[in-house]
């Protein structure tokens, strides 16, 4: 019985433990949610990351022709009730075609950010952890893609990979993941010396699990805001490639790559031109907007 009783109140605890855990963090998205309410720009910018994000998902149901189907009789047409944001030079509906731009434009983003994040991690807190020659070989080679306007860079990895959406993607994430890597080594230079990295060093923790299970949680405020920050850089470089052919290929609809082929009809068709680069503009201000306000709130600096 006495077994059986204290089985009871291990579980027991460690229920009332992990319900406890559970309510904390509901407890902080919830101050984090009134937080990002408070900050009016931030949740504008919000709003509209929600709506790219929407636009992505159900593009065939919001989109009201198929983009890529072409109808020479209607070439070139004004916006209108039929083609709400008109048609280019084949006859293709430039709203519908903005619509599924957006899932190009969340699809690179996304890649970018998955590749970037623990890319960047895994370099800067290697540096910043162990320090010495590691940490002057991996801070120098940083600083040779730092060296390089990143649109320039991207250009060079793009022309000697060729034009394709997966080589723009891995184009773009090699010159992202430095200013990523900068901050996780600042970030754990700051750490690497507290007592709670010290006690789990003298329980023979290795540094995987000490850079993984401590640090991690740590830099991760800071380096989710970073990486909402690239974010806009990673549309607008994006978009760059589009523009110049060496992103998404026709016929996939893709903000730049619309832009681009408006130029020649730019005096006559300005909706060509106009709308993806609004676009282009809007949601890249937006992930400004939400960056800087998650800086604002998640940062205990600023608290």
Known sequence: MATRYFNDLHSWLINEEFSSMRQARLHKAYVLWLNLLANPLAFAGFLVVVALVMLALFAPLIASHDPILQDLTMTLKPPSAAHWFGTDEFGRDV?????????????????????????????????????????????????????????????????????????????????????????????????????????????????????????????????????????????????????????????MPEWGAMAASGRQYLLDAWWLTTVPGLAILLVSLAFNLLGDGLRDIMDPRNA
């Open 95 to 251: 709203y519908s075609r903005l619509v599924y731009g957006a899932r190009t434009t969340l699809y690179i983003s996304i890649l970018v950010t998955i590749i970037v994040a623990p890319i960047g991690f895994a370099v800067g807190a290697t540096a910043g952890y162990l320090g010495g020659w590691v940490d002057v070989v991996l801070m120098r080679i940083t600083d040779i893609f730092l060296s390089f306007p990143s649109l320039v860079l991207a250009l060079a990895f793009s022309a000697a990979l060729g034009p394709g959406i997966e080589n723009a993607v891995i184009a773009i994430a090699l010159t992202v993941w430095p200013p990523i890597a900068r901050l996780a080594r600042a970030e754990t230079l700051t750490f690497r010396s507290a007592d709670f990295v010290v006690a789990a060093q003298l329980q023979g923790a290795g540094m995987g699990r000490i850079l993984f299970r401590h640090i991690v949680p740590l830099c991760a405020p800071s380096i989710v805001i970073r990486l909402t920050l690239n974010m806009s850089s990673v549309i607008l470089t994006a978009a760059g490639l589009g523009f110049l052919g060496l992103g998404a290929q026709p016929p």
